[in-house]
């Protein structure tokens, strides 16, 4: 089951680090199937606007619709989330060892994800806790399991420089995969290969939005 | 020999040898749960605050003990959403302790009782077990093992990265109260049942050791509730045999396992076999560097 790919538009967001904003009245649409780069300097809100779509950043202002819907309560954001797949930007392996077969096993279709760590050249590693991978293979996990969610259903993909730990080949690799995706795609990446792959690139600076 | 076998017919001793048992089977992935979330001081917190429910049950007149753990299971409760917060919980230990004592004495003033037989209430001893302890921990038995066979994954991911497991859609701010409450009322419990010093040997110990030896949460419980056993049977029997109380006898031999799995070289048994033959195929599939000269 794959699901229909959903619109996600930012409707004047602001989100702020106690005092200082981090991104400043952010108005963007992106259409249902649409890739869309976000690029921009580091710290210009790029991964801050991206964790507010999921709700690990709370809201100052604004609003965030994804297919139409907008997140309140807890069995809104699960119903997010579930829509929502995400590649983190920082893989920050936890206090606990976690399995990689257990990680993929948390996605939508986790037969697809495993499918898609084959293609990803990290099957053989699934009995292998998480914090014993390179961080280029821990990213290709993390990619498969994403894919294995919009498998499962979910419309949109959300990835945090989901190329910046690859080699060039797995850059290239990635970066087809995610242009043949049947889902909208939202991409914050510093990749110029991986932009020109977008329909259309987004720049932040200094927490607003440049170009849309 | 003889003496040794003379102790274990004495009903005492039996219900100790049980109560260690039950102890072993489920205190250990408490422990788990402890170390996962890094909240090793929870011991004294919850300490504190039972004696802060005790105190509320003399003022009140109520069940000092129950007053005591439905004060542990509300603290748990009470720190729980200080969990969102990457580095909320260690420090809420120390906040929760200072208060806990703080209104405890000020209860304990209030209602004229000594703090010393407060104390006393609260601090039990394993050959002092009475079989409606034994049930108690059974209960706890169950109820912790149902926890962690029904939540194993969900509890997985919640103590690998929280973020992780909201975005797979873990309910972790519920999945986390439910873990604290548990984990403050386990605690609760069994400083009473077992006594302050075993609560250490029965839980912090094996999760510990487990953790230098685990890949997974699944394996680091099996292996935590593997060392606690091992500890309490060796522990127990060492004490009978030499005529000792079992108290320190079983956190030395508790701690003796746990030092062994540090002494062991990094890695000597964290990798798993699977991951070692992926590994050893890589190896050998290597092009040797001598025929990338040629």
């Known amino acids: 089951m794959t699901g229909s790919p959903q619109p996600v538009v930012f409707r004047r967001v602001v989100c702020r680090y106690g005092r200082s904003i981090a991104v400043k009245r952010v108005d963007l649409t992106v259409s249902a199937g649409e890739h869309v780069a976000v690029t921009g300097a580091n710290g210009s809100g790029k991964s801050t606007l991206l964790r507010a779509v999921l709700g690990l950043h709370p809201l100052a202002a604004g609003d965030i619709l994804v297919g139409g819907e907008s997140a309140n309560g807890t069995s809104g954001w699960m119903a997010r989330r579930r829509n929502v797949a995400w590649v983190p930007q920082r893989l920050t392996p936890g206090r606990f060892p976690l399995l990689v077969d257990e990680l993929l096993g948390s996605a939508i279709d986790c037969d697809v994800a495993r499918d898609s760590a084959g293609d990803l050249g990290v099957a053989g590693l699934l009995r292998r806790p998480l914090h014993t991978l390179s961080g280029g293979q821990l990213q290709r996990v993390f990619l498969a399991r994403a894919l294995g969610c919009i498998a499962g259903g979910a419309g949109v993909l959300l990835a945090d420089e989901p190329t910046a730990a690859l080699d060039f080949a797995g850059q290239e690799q990635v970066a087809a995969m995610l242009a043949a995706l049947p889902a909208t795609v939202i991409v914050v990446s510093h990749d110029r290969a991986m932009s020109r792959t977008c329909d259309r690139i987004a720049e932040m600076a200094a927490g607003r939005l440049r170009i849309a | ?294």
Do not use: K
């Not at chain 2, 748990?76 to 906040?95: D, E, T």
């Not at chain 2, 973020?163 to 009473?192: D, F, H, K, N, T």
């Open chain 2, 1 to 294: 020999m003889q003496q040794f076998l003379d102790l274990l017919t004495l009903p005492p001793v039996q219900r100790s040898g049980v109560a260690l048992l039950l102890a072993a089977i489920a205190l250990p992935i408490v422990g788990v749960f402890i170390v996962g979330l890094d909240i090793v001081a929870v011991r004294f917190a919850v300490m504190h605050v039972a004696l802060l429910g005790i105190a509320v049950g003399f003022l009140t007149g109520l069940d000092p003990m129950l007053c005591g753990l439905a004060a542990c299971a509300i603290a748990g409760a009470g720190v729980a959403p200080l969990a969102q917060r990457p580095s909320g919980l260690p420090g809420a230990m120390g906040l929760l302790m200072t208060f806990a004592i703080a209104g405890a004495l000020l209860v304990l003033s209030v209602s004229g009782v000594n703090a010393t037989s407060a104390f006393e209430l609260l601090w039990g001893s394993i050959l002092a077990t009475r079989p409606v302890d034994l049930v108690v921990l059974a209960v706890l038995a169950a109820v912790i093992h149902l926890l962690f066979w029904r939540y194993r994954r969900p509890l997985a991911l919640l103590m690998f990265d929280r973020e992780l497991a909201l975005c797979s859609g873990v309910p972790a701010r519920l999945l986390m109260l439910v873990l604290l409450i548990v984990v403050a009322v386990a605690i609760g419990a069994s400083i009473r049942l077992t006594g302050a010093l075993l609560v250490d040997a029965v839980t912090i110990l094996p999760a510990l050791a487990a953790r230098n030896l685990g890949h997974s949460l699944r394996s680091m419980v099996l292996l935590a509730v593997s060392f606690g056993f091992a500890g309490n049977v060796c522990g127990f029997a060492l004490a009978l045999a030499l005529d000792q109380p079992p108290g320190p006898v079983l956190v030395l031999v508790a701690g003796a396992f746990t030092l062994v799995t540090y002494l062991l070289p990094e890695g000597a048994f964290n990798a798993s076999t699977a991951a070692r033959q992926d590994d050893d195929r890589d190896l050998r599939g290597a092009v040797p560097a001598d025929s990338l000269r040629q």
